[in-house]
């Protein structure tokens, strides 16, 4: 298994590399190139110097990509509006190690932990831990600045990976709790109306472009809800009221829901109807299998028959479906976000790409391609979890 | 419980059920019978739904329509803007006056140029890639397959809008790629063909062991009238329900890409860029624009898909009415 | 005597499909004693398994349905019963083998978790005597290293181990009666032999009457004491093994004796087969089923249908209008009955 992992960490690795090479190869065609479009913009007049020096930005292309690569894996302690000027030391690379370190450990866990089910929950735990370093510990990565004068990247895009990670995590779970019920019901009742019902709805979803489920959402459950009704459920922008802060919890949570329940509802439709045919499918694989035969020979109950025997077996295939899914969803976040005005990375992207920020957008893509191969790989984990003639070898 | 013993053993089922017309399927095999019927309508609906598309939208020139980027002035030369709905102008006009009803008409030439063409793109590109990789195991195989991985593991809708948003500026691109549908068309072709790649290159690899090949083989057939006689036509049937499936999805990332302001850029008319506008203008009370453009791009990609499904049941008629 | 274990009364099972009403089992009636070893023979779509399917209430409304019949097991009437007294008989008083050991077993759980299932569902044991009675279990059925083989996952068992775990799983609350559906046939013929053995060994020490379903006349020979000979929905001759093979008297079994391949034959015979095709069960030609394909078929064998009546040796019972006036033994390719194993026709 540790093999496996490693190799599918170095399929990931050269993914993500040959993204960076495309992207910022794409980048450079615009407008002439960063300097010249840094050179268009009066407020980053003072910087010019400095970010030529430090990013070769006068440089051939290859020797450019080199240093971003290298300024992009270099760690550093510090953000200022400079951004790092620090190159790769071992001092600022102590946390980074320890970071590997910790994986490494955690990988090694999982490896020699038999019950498949524990290694889970300590690969859970271990991102959790990684996650809270990245907080507390103030790592920070050499992404640059802003060529439009925002700030350091690293600041820019971390303060908002929250706000999108609450986005697409909604999203996904909403998906799920509502997809699979759905299609296991379905396919109970085959052919039912209420099957006919859900297969029809759900070709309709399939076939819809999430920018106009969003802006249905927003104008008829939002906007029109209110005018109609008077009565104020949902808030067609941002993440939370002003004044968040001093509200109660109760109101809080409120708040969050009210702003936070269409764009998830938005992103979440078509992945549900997805989610919905393909259990749909696996369920009447699964019910039509010689093994449930046999558990229905055994004298089992008819709910034991369908909740162990069946849907352990029926929810194997869907794993394969959320992998698949997550570049779906931060795709479908880019589009939402910009809709509901959510200070995500989706809608930065969008605003950096207008102005061909060059460090905010490859931040960015770069962002997108590492939680697209961690989804896979952690899909892959559960995947062997969940089905034990998976071997990984 | 649904198949019983009586298919099982026999050496010749098929035949021998057929020639006593012998059959065990149960009740629910009228069912499906009767939903894959239905779903056969809804396909035909479809296809004639899109061939009336096509029409319209070759013959948009010759209809009495305005312009579609024609701002509109009544009599006294006030301009039209924002009209409801009325007789004449039945689907209203924008906030600049122009015509929806000639923009949605106008429109679809984008999506559908872009559809079409990224669908033969992806055809032709998904399988040669797969045939070359299904028919040539090792490392042509090999190599091919981890460069189709490598393709399928970019985040499609990032890499669009960087490339759609770059594309006009390109500087040695010939102007009816940098502005018109075509370069969109190229871009989500080019990122589209892997899964139809792997598609091609599994039944390959399945076909190429089938016992009519091995015969050609052994009968001296050359590769190339191996592959195009016996495997292709064989494998004809996945390609052309992926492709269409294709199309539908090309259409859906061009509106999301126009709907963004990265895709065919103004003034062209496109239904995404018109969903953008109209979702604007129906915050404001104005929904025709929105419900009309939406409606467009919904109910022509619905066509596809149903078209699409009705066609792999047409092509498949061992396949049950279950999309996979 | 004493109350037969099982008697099946006018058996009808129905499925009805988009060209009409498939009469898969159409009135059948028989009985079984208890510990009686009974060979159920046919050809595909005779209607074996949809009777034993029958017999466990696995025939699912609305695909199938019984239309019409009693199965009394034990006294009681199984088609009276409720889904969750079924269910209670179902794995526990009988238990079912099916075909296809490979895909038979559920692939995420252990064979001992699979195992401890049933056991702790019919037995009311705790789980720890539940596994002390799952290995056991697994002991008889020749398991090497039972108690770690528990741990084990399907997959990690040979087709012919995986079907020594079924056996296992299905003997494991000593049922009365073992329903076992061609149990042998998807496994190489090496295996076959041993695992008959092994399950009716085990059978015979709990006591345990076995219903074998095959087509394999060679199998029901070397281990039955009874056989029911079934075509196209119906019985049409039954009676002790030596009835059935030394003095048959229906064409069918008759032909079908003709079709055995015998290893311990040293003459050349030409192999003998019943030519056609069994007949639509959806429209059933008048008169007798096997009258298309039946060399002896006369007039009355047109237009009427022959009830299973008590014919030649006693016990034996056929269901033919001319089995007095053919003396079929004398045409019948003569010799012992030989532990041959040999498919029958089609």
């Known amino acids: 298994m540790l093999a496996y992992i490693t190799r599918r960490l170095v399929y990931g690795l050269v993914t993500l590399l040959a993204l960076s090479i495309i992207v910022f190869t794409l980048l450079q065609l615009s407008g002439g190139g960063p300097l010249d479009r840094l050179k268009l913009n009066p407020r980053m007049a003072p910087y010019i110097q400095a970010l030529t020096e430090q990013w070769g930005l006068d440089q051939p292309l290859y020797k450019q990509y080199w240093t971003w690569l290298r300024n992009y894996v270099s760690p550093c302690t510090s953000t200022d509006p400079q951004g790092c000027t620090s190159s790769f030391g071992l001092k600022n690379a102590i946390p980074i190690i320890m970071l590997v370190l910790a994986i490494a450990a955690t990988a090694f866990v999982v490896y020699s932990v038999k019950n498949h089910w524990r290694g889970a929950l300590v690969l859970l735990v271990w991102f959790v831990a990684i996650l809270f370093a990245f907080r507390n510990m103030s790592i920070a990565f050499n992404w640059g600045i802003s060529f439009q004068g925002a700030g350091p990247v690293w600041d820019l895009v971390f303060s908002r990976v929250g706000a999108t990670f609450r986005l697409g995590f909604t999203a996904l779970l909403l998906a799920l709790m509502v997809g699979i019920p759905l299609g296991i019901y379905q396919a109970i009742r085959q052919y039912s109306f209420f099957d006919q019902l859900g297969t029809t709805a759900a070709f309709v979803a399939f076939s819809t472009p999430i920018f106009v489920i969003a802006l249905a959402l927003q104008i008829l459950l939002a906007l029109k809800l209110e005018q109609w009704t008077g009565v104020k459920l949902f808030y067609v922008t941002g993440m939370n009221n002003p004044g968040y802060g001093e509200m109660s919890f109760l109101q809080q949570i409120a708040d969050t829901l009210q702003h936070l329940t269409l764009p998830a509802l938005s992103i979440a439709l078509i992945s549900l109807a997805g989610y919905s045919r393909f259990q749909r499918a696996s369920m009447l694989d699964v019910l039509h299998s010689d093994y449930l035969r046999t558990a229905k020979a055994k004298g089992l109950p008819r709910r034991r028959i369908i909740v162990k025997h069946a849907l352990r077996n029926a929810l194997i295939p869907i794993v394969t479906l959320v992998s698949l899914d997550v570049a779906f969803i931060i795709g479908g976040a880019i589009i939402t976000e910009s809709i509901f005005g959510w200070p995500g990375i989706g809608r930065l992207y969008i605003v950096a790409i207008g102005t061909v920020d060059y460090p905010v957008v490859m931040s960015i893509v770069m962002i997108i391609g590492i939680g697209i191969v961690i989804m896979n790989i952690v899909a892959d984990i559960l995947y062997g979890v969940m089905d034990p003639r998976v071997r990984y070898d | ?324 | 005597m004493t109350e037969p274990l099982l008697k099946v009364e006018d058996l009808r099972t129905y499925f009805a499909t988009e060209e009409g009403v498939v009469r898969a089992v159409d009135g059948i009636s028989f009985e079984m004693r208890r510990g009686e070893r009974r060979g159920v023979v046919g050809e595909s779509g005779s209607g074996k398994s949809v009777t034993a399917m029958s017999i466990m209430g696995l025939i699912e409304p609305p695909a199938g349905d019984i239309v019409t019949g009693r199965i009394v097991f034990d006294g009681q009437n199984l088609l009276e019963l409720s889904e969750d007294e079924m269910q209670s008989i179902r794995g526990g008083r009988i238990a079912m083998i099916f075909q296809d050991p490979m895909t038979a077993l559920n692939p995420v759980y252990t064979i001992g978790d699979q195992l401890m299932e049933t056991i702790v569902l019919h037995q009311k044991v705790s789980k720890a005597e539940a596994r002390e009675i799952a290995i056991q279990a697994l002991r008889d059925v020749q398991i090497p290293n039972a108690e770690h083989r528990l741990n084990d996952y399907p997959h990690q068992f040979s087709g012919g181990m995986r079907q020594r775990v079924m056996i296992a799983m299905g003997l494991s609350c000593s049922p009365d009666l073992l329903i076992a559906d061609e149990p042998t046939t998807a496994l190489d013929v090496t295996t076959q032999a041993q695992i008959m053995d092994l399950m009716l060994h085990l059978a015979e020490d709990r006591g345990t009457a076995v219903m074998l379903i095959t087509h394999d006349l060679g199998v029901v020979a070397g281990f039955c004491d009874t056989v029911q000979v079934m075509y196209a929905g119906g019985i049409v001759e039954s009676g002790t093994i030596d009835d059935i093979y030394h003095n048959p008297q229906h064409p069918y079994t008759w032909g079908l004796l003709g079709s055995m391949t015998r290893l311990d034959d040293a003459t050349q015979h030409r192999l003998h087969s019943i030519s056609g095709a069994p007949p639509s069960l959806i429209k059933l030609p008048e008169g007798c089923r096997f009258r298309p394909r039946c060399q002896f078929a006369t007039d009355i064998c047109r237009q009427v249908l022959p009830v299973l009546r008590p014919v030649g040796n006693p016990g034996q019972m056929a269901a033919c209008h001319r089995s007095e006036e053919l003396d079929l033994k004398a045409l019948s390719v003569d010799g012992e009955v030989g532990a041959a194993a040999s498919e029958v026709t089609s």
């Not at chain 2, 009336?52 to 002035?73: D, F, G, Q, S, Y």
């Not at chain 2, 189709?148 to 790629?177: K, M, N, Q």
């Not at chain 2, 018109?274 to 404001?284: F, I, P, T």
């Not at chain 2, 619905?302 to 699409?308: D, K, M, P, Q, Y």
Request: proline content about 7%; hydrophobic content about 50%.
């Open chain 2, 1 to 324: 419980m649904t198949d019983i013993e009586y298919n099982l053993e026999s050496e010749e089922p098929e035949l021998a059920l057929e020639a006593e017309g012998l059959s065990v399927e149960p009740i629910t095999q009228w069912d499906l019978f009767s939903a894959r019927l239905r779903r056969h309508r809804l396909a035909m609906l479809s296809a004639l739904f899109l061939a009336l598309l096509v029409v319209l939208v070759l013959i948009a020139p010759l209809l009495p329509l305005h312009p579609p980027t024609e701002r509109l002035l009544d009599e006294s030369g006030r301009s039209l803007v924002n009209i409801a709905p009325r007789p004449g102008l039945w689907f209203g006009t924008d906030e600049l006056g122009r015509d929806v009803l000639s923009r949605i008409i106008y429109g679809g030439r984008a999506s559908l140029i872009v559809g079409l063409t990224a669908g033969i793109l992806v055809a032709l590109f998904g399988t040669l890639v797969g045939s070359l990789a299904g028919y040539y195991p090792g490392s042509v195989d090999q190599a091919l397959m981890r460069f189709t991985d490598l393709w399928l593991g970019l985040p499609l809708l990032p890499v669009a809008i960087v490339v759609g948003r770059i594309l006009p500026e390109i500087a040695f691109l010939p102007g009816w790629l940098k502005q018109g549908p075509f370069g969109i068309a190229l871009l989500i072709g080019f990122l589209s063909w892997g899964s139809l790649a792997r598609i091609v290159r599994a039944e390959f690899l399945s076909l190429r062991e089938k016992e009519f090949v091995e015969a050609a083989r052994a009968a001296g057939a050359p590769d190339r009238r191996i592959v195009f006689r016996h495997i292709l036509p064989n494998a004809m049937s996945p390609i052309i329900v992926t492709t269409t499936l294709v199309v539908g999805s090309a259409i859906i990332i061009e509106a999301a890409l126009s709907f963004l302001g990265f895709g065919v850029p103004p003034p062209t008319p496109t239904w995404g860029g018109m969903v953008s506008e109209g979702g604007r203008l129906a915050a404001r009370g104005f929904w025709w624009e929105l419900v009309f453009s939406g409606a467009a791009l919904v109910a022509t990609v619905l066509a596809i898909n149903f078209f699409g499904d009705g066609l792999r049941d047409a092509l498949d008629p061992t396949q049950t009415i279950e999309r996979k």
